[in-house]
């Protein structure tokens, strides 16, 4: 069985951080590049920062480069995303899934976990 699980959410103030975790079980986590996404009612789930198999090289969707860090560990199966200067735009669900290549559009998991809740707000 296949799961990734999102947690560290929660409600912080503008300028605030929050790191969140994804914690991956049931496949080769190191053989995979992983992605960090979000998405608000109403809205497309968007792409937000990506990481290769080695985590040697990332990837951030502009509205957030120089503010997130996309990071993993592969002996602990976790992905992580450290998120500074949080902004109320921020405000989303944030989900990870994997890839096979940093630079594919497709993720592999169909079925989107039950990700973390981010509020940014004072």
């Known amino acids: 069985q296949m799961r990734l699980v999102e947690s560290g959410g929660g409600l912080v103030q503008p300028g605030g951080s929050l790191r969140l975790s994804c914690t991956v079980s049931?496949?080769?986590?190191?053989?995979?590049?992983m992605t960090w996404h979000r998405q608000v009612p109403g809205k497309e789930r968007e792409l937000v920062a990506a990481?290769?198999?080695?985590?040697?090289?990332?990837n951030y969707a502009d509205s957030v480069k120089g503010r997130f860090t996309i990071s993993r560990d592969n002996d602990k199966k976790t992905l992580y995303l450290q998120m500074n200067n949080l902004k109320p735009e921020d405000t989303a669900v944030y989900y990870c899934n994997a890839k096979f290549d940093i630079n594919d559009y497709e993720v592999l998991f169909h079925s989107w976990g039950q990700g973390t809740q981010v509020t940014v707000s004072s």
């Open positions: 049931g496949f080769t986590f190191s053989s995979y590049a």
């Open positions: 990481i290769t198999d080695t985590g040697s090289r990332t």
